[in-house]
C-alpha cells in the first residue's frame, strides 16, 4: 500500500535535482556522490471517519465516491556521502518542502549530527521526514472492487 507513497517521494526529489533511491529492497549506490536512501520508518493508518468515505471527486468526466484511510507517516531520509556534504543534502531537502506531492503535508523534518558510517564507508546523516497523507482507494471498472491506494491532496476543493 505504501509503494505508491515511496514512488511520490523519490520522484518529488528527483524532481528537486537530489539523487535519491528506495531503502528496501537494498541497492547498490553510487559512492562518488551523496545520495537519499528512502523508506518508511513508521506509519499508522487512521479512519476518516463513516467507513472511509472521503466525498466525491470527478474522474474522467464523472463523479465517483472516494473511500480511503489518513495515514501518518514518518519517512527516514538517510543521506550518505563521500564528504561531509550530508548537510548541504539536507538544505536541499528543505528548500524543496514546498514542492511536496499533493496528498503529503509536512509535519515535521529533522535531522541528527553526521556520522562516519563505516559499513558504507561514507558520511551518513540520518533525517526524518513526518507527514499526513490521503491514501484513496480506486475502483475497477468491472467489479467495483478496490484495486489500489492512491495520494490525493483535494476532494471537493477541500484539502485531505
Given amino acids: 500500500m505504501f509503494d505508491n507513497v515511496i514512488s511520490a517521494v523519490l520522484s518529488w526529489l528527483s524532481s528537486a535535482n537530489i539523487n535519491a533511491v528506495e531503502k528496501f529492497p ?4 553510487d559512492r562518488e556522490s551523496a545520495v537519499v536512501a528512502v523508506s518508511i520508518k513508521s506509519g499508522v ?6 467507513g472511509n468515505y ?13 473511500y480511503g484511510s489518513r495515514a501518518e507517516l514518518c519517512f527516514a531520509l538517510d543521506i550518505y556521502s563521500p564528504d561531509s556534504g550530508t548537510t548541504e543534502v539536507f538544505d536541499e531537502i528543505a528548500g524543496a518542502v514546498p514542492s511536496l ?5 509536512l509535519r515535521s523534518l529533522a535531522c541528527a549530527s553526521p556520522e562516519f558510517d ?7 546523516l ?6 499526513t497523507a490521503i491514501l484513496v482507494r480506486t ?10 491506494f492512491v495520494l490525493r491532496g483535494e476532494i471537493n476543493g477541500h484539502e485531505c
Fill in 26 to 29: 537494498e541497492t547498490k549506490i
Fill in 45 to 50: 493508518l487512521t479512519s476518516s471517519g463513516a
Fill in 54 to 66: 472521503l466525498g466525491i471527486y470527478e474522474y474522467g468526466g464523472s463523479l465517483k465516491e472516494v
Fill in 101 to 105: 506531492p499533493d496528498g503529503l503535508k
Fill in 118 to 124: 563505516s559499513q558504507s564507508g561514507m558520511f551518513c
Fill in 126 to 131: 540520518k533525517c526524518e521526514m513526518k507527514c
Fill in 139 to 148: 475502483e475497477t471498472e468491472e467489479q467495483g472492487e478496490f484495486s489500489d
